[in-house]
């Protein structure tokens, strides 16, 4: 488990059937076998050389992920340690377990901050988000300032110290990158789909007005 406020940036490459992290030297020591978040995505550290890591990463991982084409173009990727039971939570809960990928549509630069403007490119993720909820982009903390009505995409405003210390400033746009939505908002979709099934409802769609009381209720969660 992670919290979205990234230690370091580093860069990655391909490396046999892995990847090859060469993070600063500030990012170490590392333990053989720990988890890093590297661009939002947990990877576990499978062999350390000197200044560098290397972690296995599946066929599934490539596929789900902006990892692969990163790692084609030895590019920068955000790396966080698993957070301590004694840590604080300065960002929110972040798994390392991308649930999507975005587009940049855009990238503005304003006085005291930065604009980016992302768009799902599976419609399905959409729904979790709404105006400032948290979300991890390239495993990033962030904020949803705006979510837009059309082309499932939202907004997010970036302060000068997160642009500065993260990978964020060297997107582009058109860029895909790694998303992730609060574990929250996935927790209480599966716990209401549950209570409110199908089966729940033919149970008590029959009901009529005199039978709802402060028993039902109760019963029914209310």
Not at 6 to 12: D, E, H, R, S
């Amino acid at each position: 488990m992670f919290t979205g406020l990234i230690q370091a940036v580093g860069t990655i490459h391909l490396q046999g059937k892995g990847v090859l992290v060469e993070p600063p030297t500030s990012f170490f020591p590392l333990v053989l076998g720990e988890s890093i978040s590297v661009n939002g995505v947990c990877l576990t550290v499978s062999e350390l050389r000197q200044k560098v890591f290397l972690a296995d990463i599946s066929e599934e991982t490539l596929k789900k992920t902006s990892l692969g084409e990163k790692a084609n173009e030895q590019g920068f990727v955000n790396l966080e340690k698993a957070l301590r039971l004694s840590d604080r939570l300065g960002g929110h809960l972040v798994s390392g377990h991308v649930d999507g990928l975005g587009k940049v549509v855009s990238i503005n630069s304003l006085s005291n901050s930065w604009n980016l403007k992302i768009a799902w490119e599976e419609r399905a993720f959409s729904k979790y988000i709404c105006n400032k909820a948290s979300i991890a982009i390239n495993g990033v903390s962030l904020t949803v300032s705006d979510k837009k009505q059309t082309n499932d995409a939202f907004s997010i405003a970036v302060i000068p110290h997160t642009w500065l210390n993260t990978s964020l400033k060297h997107l582009r746009e058109g860029e895909i990158v790694n998303l992730e939505v609060d574990l929250m908002a996935k927790y209480a979709e599966s716990l209401l789909a549950d209570k409110f099934a199908p089966s729940h409802f033919k149970e008590t769609i029959h009901m009529n007005s005199s039978e709802v009381s402060k028993d039902w209720l109760r019963k029914n969660g209310y």
